[in-house]
């Protein structure tokens, strides 16, 4: 079983950056690939960015491609999300999620453990 726990969301102005943080629990961290989405009111989930266990591979959706990186640092079981030149449209609760695969994926159906998200709120 793994836990996931988000950090780092909150208001921020059109422009501006945030760094979202999960931390994950258990011993294998290292060996999970990791991913983010998001869902904003009214909509589906959607994919953000992935990476593979080793952080060589990365994925991102054309939506926030060039503003958004994804990394991880397995020492200390935990992945990050830096959203620069955010837009209202970012707006959103964001989810990170963990796979038993290693592979960076961008099917949510492929990830096994959730976190319970983090609200991000981007203003004009």
């Known amino acids: 079983q793994v836990q996931l726990v988000e950090s780092g969301g909150g208001l921020v102005q059109a422009g501006g950056s945030l760094r979202l943080s999960c931390a994950a629990s258990?011993?294998?961290?290292?060996?999970?690939?990791m991913g983010w989405f998001r869902q904003a009111p009214g909509k589906e989930r959607e994919f953000v960015a992935a990476?593979?266990?080793?952080?060589?591979?990365?994925y991102y959706a054309d939506s926030v491609k060039g503003r958004f990186t994804i990394s991880r640092n397995n020492a200390k079981n935990t992945v990050y999300l830096q959203m620069n030149s955010m837009k209202p449209e970012d707006t959103a609760v964001y989810y990170c999620?963990?796979?038993?695969?290693?592979?960076?994926?961008?099917?949510?159906?492929?990830?096994?453990?959730w976190g319970q998200g983090t609200q991000v709120t981007v203003s004009s």
């Open positions: 990476i593979s266990w080793s952080g060589g591979t990365t």
């Open positions: 258990g011993r294998t961290f290292g060996n999970y690939s």
């Open positions: 999620a963990a796979a038993a695969t290693g592979w960076a994926i961008q099917d949510e159906y492929e990830y096994d453990w």
